[in-house]
């Protein structure tokens, strides 16, 4: 017995200026999927030279953490903590907004000049309403920081961010023990992944076709899975990529608004205004 497909969800087209964007959740038929909040999925694309770049200059979070992966292309990081980083292909940012942060997530200059390939997920996870006003932190990760777990015969490798499989550990210690990470597959290969079946599996088709317990799983999909194991047999139709991840159901209510994620209105309204009398600690 292995988990099984209850539903997919498209990952719908949403553009963002020049900025190819695909967003399975929240969708017109998921909201959330407990607590795993939002995913944005920009690109592929190649960009020419003296482009643009990516249009996400200073705006806020509070109540929640965010975690994009840079699969092709540069992200330049900078925020009101006094973060500021440049990752790269492969690499990962854990930003943690907690009561509150200002951050731009932009090109770097030599990628507006040279152009080139770019192709990025952002993922947003809930936390508990016990840790939505902790400290804001962030860690910046470039691929050599991540463990690269490879499957049976060379067919491919687990990008693992944070939790941990076959007694490696990911660099990121989560709040609230939450696993990430990106599974690169050959095709007609198969991996078994283990999911307690108590916790909400993310599992989201980056690139090409999967099978999960034999049913097809398409590509740019959110798959809902049941609760029936403990693990998740996953085997690869083309080549392909994907998102997975599981974390402990929150349970709790969601109250969003734009950049702000709290469990009332009457929290919403604060938030909104302590940003705009500058209590995120403004240093942009």
């Known amino acids: 017995m292995t988990r099984k497909i209850v539903k997919q969800y498209k990952a719908y087209r949403d553009d963002i200026r020049d900025l190819q964007t695909r967003r399975p959740v929240p969708g017109p038929e998921l909201e959330q999927l407990d607590p795993f909040l939002f995913l944005n999925h920009h690109g592929p694309q190649v960009y020419a030279p003296d482009n643009l770049g990516l249009p996400f200059g200073p705006h806020p979070h509070r109540g929640f953490e ?10 330049a990081h900078s925020d009101t903590g ?5 990752i790269g292909t492969g690499g990962v940012q854990w930003m943690t907004a907690g009561s509150g942060l200002i951050h731009s997530e932009l090109s770097p200059e030599a990628f507006k000049r040279h152009g080139g390939e770019l192709e990025i997920l952002q993922l947003w996870v809930n936390l508990p ?14 691929v050599q920081d991540i463990p690269q777990i490879p499957l049976s015969k060379g067919n491919g490798a687990i ?22 990470m990106t599974v690169q597959m050959s095709a007609g290969s198969e991996v078994t992944l283990h999911a307690p079946a108590a916790r909400q599996v993310f599992l989201y088709t980056v690139k090409g076709r999967l099978k999960i317990d034999d ?40 109250v969003s608004h734009g950049p702000f994620v709290m469990n009332t209105v009457q929290e919403i309204n604060q938030a909104i205004l302590d940003y705009q009398a500058g209590k995120f600690d403004v240093k942009l």
């Open 129 to 142: 309403s016990r840790l939505k006003m902790t400290a804001p932190g962030y860690m910046g990760l470039q």
């Open 159 to 180: 990008s693992l961010i944070s939790g941990s499989v076959a007694g490696v550990t990911g660099p990121i210690k989560s709040l609230t023990d939450v696993t990430l």
């Open 215 to 254: 049913m097809p799983a398409q590509a740019w999909h959110l798959i809902e899975l049941d609760d029936s194991d403990d693990r998740v047999t996953i085997s690869a139709t083309d080549d392909a990529t994907f998102l997975f991840g599981h974390a402990d159901k929150i349970n709790e209510p969601v």
């Open 66 to 75: 965010t975690v994009t992966f840079i699969l092709r292309g540069e992200l």
């Open 82 to 86: 006094g973060h500021e980083s440049i």
